[in-house]
């Protein structure tokens, strides 16, 4: 069965400290997603990464960066952390170059900057 | 780029009464289309998708879901909820063509569906 497993359900951590959200897929995905969900404003797509190494923008990029050393693994990265990152996190993982396959979601990480 | 407007934030309905849940989108190409359903404390579980063929799309739980292309609309409906029901729904697309963006999902601001007894 299809897995997306995020590292932590919750986390709190403190404003100014670098931050680290993990994300492993065993389905053998290329493309991963990182999205921020708040109420109201559905999901928004941080970062998303279509290779091992590779690295794309998404609409709201400001304030993180992201790692794939792996093809398995998407690391999201809070640089300083700031309290209006204080959101609920959702990784997602698809197949390449398919438009019409679902992309794949963790339970999601609730992270507090407190 | 794409748009995706969900036209109800939240909607209200007793167990066993019919429901509908609008989505729009707005786009320049041809496009898929997908519902996702988000339970409490959970991550999102795809609902259905449209790809080509009938407009008429079935998924899971009793849902099904019909393509406009004219009126750009894709509303999902079930005849009969459940309480469990109750969760947050999400409409999404992507663009059709191949080798489009990478499958990346463009996502409405979703609808909390609330089932009362």
């Known amino acids: 069965d299809v897995k997306v497993t995020q590292s932590s359900r919750y986390l709190v951590k403190r404003t100014g400290e670098k931050v680290f959200l993990e994300c492993v897929q065993d389905?053998?995905?290329?493309?991963m997603f990182w999205y921020r969900q708040d109420p109201g404003l559905g999901l928004r797509l941080i970062y998303f990464?279509?290779?091992?190494?590779?690295?794309e923008k998404g609409d709201i990029p400001e304030g993180y960066s992201v790692s794939r050393e792996k093809k398995e693994r998407f690391s999201l990265i809070l640089e300083s952390a700031s309290t209006n990152q204080t959101s609920m996190y959702l990784c997602?993982?698809?197949?390449?170059?398919?438009?019409?396959?679902?992309?794949?979601f963790g339970d999601g990480t609730r992270l507090s900057i407190l | 780029a794409q748009s995706v407007t969900q036209l109800d934030s939240q909607v209200p309905v007793f167990e066993e009464a019919p429901v509908e849940l609008r989505c729009n989108y707005s786009?320049?190409?041809?496009?898929?289309l997908f519902w996702y359903v988000q339970y409490p404390n959970q991550g999102l579980q795809l609902l259905l998708k449209?790809?080509?063929?009938?407009?008429l799309v079935k998924g899971i739980n009793g849902f099904e879901a019909e393509f406009n292309k004219s009126q750009t609309s894709f509303h999902l409906r079930k005849p009969s909820v459940h309480i469990s029901d109750t969760a947050e729904y999400f409409c999404?697309?992507?663009?059709?063509?191949?080798?489009?963006?990478?499958?990346?999902?463009?996502f409405g601001r979703g609808t909390q569906l609330t089932v009362w007894p």
């Open positions: 786009s320049s190409v041809s496009v898929y």
């Open positions: 997602a993982s698809s197949t390449r170059d398919t438009s019409n396959q679902p992309q794949h």
């Open positions: 389905m053998d995905h290329e493309n």
């Open positions: 999404a697309v992507s663009e059709s063509r191949r080798g489009s963006t990478l499958g990346r999902l463009y």
């Open positions: 449209y790809l080509s063929g009938s407009t």
């Open positions: 990464s279509y290779d091992v190494k590779m690295k």
